[in-house]
């Protein structure tokens, strides 16, 4: 499978990993566009939001739940973030493989798409 966060995942491309579980890996950003920017994944491929099923309904609240536990790390809870999912060309998804972004601090620029 050629998608980067394949790769990411299985150790053929390097990444800042801050978390893994039998769920999902979340690592920073390469292009952060604020202070703190880090990618949550399924460890499942799944191109995105379109390609989840009934029964995936864990995996999704387990990816938030993750994301408020890194916002707690990276001392951004008290002051607030974003979680968001671009799905799709009009979304603003580039990378074809499920993943939350969790966001905090000004903005660099915005928001691509
Ligand atoms: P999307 O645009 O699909 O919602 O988000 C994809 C994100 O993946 C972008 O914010 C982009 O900067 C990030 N990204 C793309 N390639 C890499 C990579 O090789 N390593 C890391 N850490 N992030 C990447």
Redesign the pocket.
């Known amino acids: 499978m050629s998608c980067?966060?394949w790769k990411?995942l299985t150790g053929e491309?390097p990444?800042?990993i801050l978390y893994r579980d039998e769920l999902v890996t979340a690592?920073?950003?390469?292009?952060p566009?604020a202070r703190t920017?880090i990618?949550i994944i399924s460890n499942r491929h799944i191109d995105s939001v379109n390609q989840l099923e009934p029964g995936d309904e864990a995996l999704v609240g387990h990816m938030v739940l993750v994301a408020k536990e890194l916002a707690k790390q990276e001392g951004v809870a008290e002051h607030g973030y974003r979680l968001?999912?671009?799905t799709g060309e009009h979304g603003?998804?580039?990378?074809p493989h499920l993943?939350l972004?969790l966001i905090a601090g000004k903005l660099a620029r915005f928001l691509?798409?």
């Open positions: 980067i966060f990411i491309a990444a800042n690592f920073r950003d390469i292009h566009i920017h990618l968001m999912i671009n603003g998804q580039t990378v993943h972004h691509m798409g």
